[in-house]
């Protein structure tokens, strides 16, 4: 059965697990949220939000089945489990092998890579769960998340108001992924993810 989960580096160095999130998982969910200024809720949301609902809550923690993927991202230089990131997508039903797909990484470890790798590993699951492309709906204003998805071939159009549909199409390996700095992140944690697999299945 294959884990999904690996350690790797920020770009400073900083030691990461990432892994898939667990039902276990929803107090890390919290504490991330906490860990989110109000406007890195509001490019997340699209509006003020102080606390994740019940129901959301549950949706992040169960992914017993194909159609949804969420993978977290935590600090290992903290003694205690530290979450700094997560990223999930999910299966549209009247388009299977498209999925919508979301990151969030807290304000402290913003602009260090993270967004990169969390992209790139769900990529990756995704693939092998027959999904070809990433949707996504980003703010106009939000330039990092629009680098990260066009350095990786995605193409967008405006739906008005400041809003931005994007498609960002998956890799099958990592040969195809793009030769940008994006892309050669991408490249990295495939080859990462296709040794452990390697690994698990010798």
Do not use: W
């Amino acid at each position: 059965m294959t884990t999904y989960s690996f350690t790797t580096e920020l770009r400073d160095g900083t030691p990461i697990l990432v892994r898939p999130i667990e039902s276990k998982d929803r107090h890390l969910i919290e504490i991330g949220m906490g860990q989110l200024s109000p406007k890195s809720r509001y490019m997340r949301f699209f509006r003020p939000v102080s606390k994740l609902s019940k129901n959301i809550l549950d949706d992040i923690t169960t992914t017993e089945h194909n159609d949804h993927i969420a993978i977290g991202a935590l600090d290992l230089t903290h003694s205690e489990p530290f979450p700094i990131g997560a990223a999930r997508c999910v299966r549209l039903k009247d388009r299977p092998s498209e999925a919508e797909v979301a990151i969030t990484v807290i304000d402290s470890h913003q602009g260090r890579g993270l967004g990169t790798i969390l992209l790139a590993a769900l990529s990756y699951i995704a693939r092998d769960h027959d999904i070809t492309t990433f949707v996504a709906t980003v703010l106009s204003e939000n330039h990092a998340m629009l680098k990260l998805f066009r350095e990786l071939g995605a193409t967008s159009h405006s739906e008005g108001d400041g809003i931005l549909s994007v498609r960002v199409p998956i890799a099958k390996d990592a040969e195809s992924c793009l030769d940008t700095p994006t892309g050669a992140v991408a490249r990295r944690i495939y080859k990462l993810l296709e040794e452990n697999q390697e690994r698990e299945n010798s």
